[in-house]
């Protein structure tokens, strides 16, 4: 029987949810290492990411650490129908509770084309090995990620790594994959 995006997410979503705050941070500590040690980062120029809501894996550390490195760093600013656009910051001060309560940055942080990010740290309620992905249903980063040159890195915590995870043909894949445990590259 095959299961809906609908009915995944909501089971995959409740388990995120229930994952006790040690077991995150302890997973979110092995996902910082993993992304620490990606060469693809490293050699990146300008880097998006998402900013972790929980239960979303915490990425204020790691926005950190990027700038500490000289690098660009964008966050996704949500906008009207389902869109969203990347935006520069320089520090996390420059965060605010936004749409849905997620931070972004202030409106006064300046856009950046897709065009010109490296590497795009892609958040999801859970992937599939062949790069699919299944986000929390408003279609936010499918639309982003459609022409997309760059290089997409899915961040998952590795119980929510699937073999593969249902599609349709408007939702958008990842070229990696990131857990506390492997980096796997989607052939």
Known sequence: MKISKENLR???WKAHKALPS?????SDRALFFQMRQLELLQNAGVVFLFVGNPPEPETFEWIEYLLSLGKIVAVPLCLEHGRMEARCITATTQLVPGKF???EPVTTCPMIEKEKIDVALVPAVCFGRDGSRLGRGGGYYDRWLQGY???AIGVCRAQFLLEHV???PHDETVD????????IAIS
């Open 166 to 168: 249902p599609v349709e």
């Open 10 to 12: 909501d089971t995959m």
């Open 22 to 26: 040690t077991v995150r941070k302890q």
């Open 176 to 183: 990696y994959i990131v857990t506390e445990d492997e980096v």
């Open 149 to 151: 040159r760059g290089v």
């Open 101 to 103: 309560g997620i931070l």
